[in-house]
């Protein structure tokens, strides 16, 4: 399994705004291969932003690559340059992969995953 996460440093009064956006936002990611999950997460406030981060799951690290060079990807991204997005958070969303290497399971079964 593989882990993509995008941090947001959202301003606080646009919170509402970011939200609305990824809410009303097609992402086509149910279209391909591979996909797991997605998740927007709200985590702490601070002086002068929100933290966000997008959370994807994926069968494997390959899924993600194929993911990013897809075309529901472009799609997905052909407003990520607009005027319109860009005020809303600080900077520039930081990127994080993750290589899941072991799993606990609901039933309380541990698996430990080979990295790919």
Known sequence: MYIAMNRFKVTKDSANDFETLWNE???????????????????PEREDHVLYASH?????????????????????????GEGTIRPLYLGHPEFEGFHVVQEVSRDGIKNILAAE
């Open 25 to 43: 936002r097609e992402s086509y990611l149910h279209e391909l291969d591979g996909f797991e999950a997605f998740h927007l997460l709200r985590g």
């Open 56 to 80: 994807t799951l994926w069968r494997s690290y390959a899924d993600f690559e194929a993911w990013t060079k897809s075309e529901q990807f472009r799609k997905a991204h052909a407003r990520a």
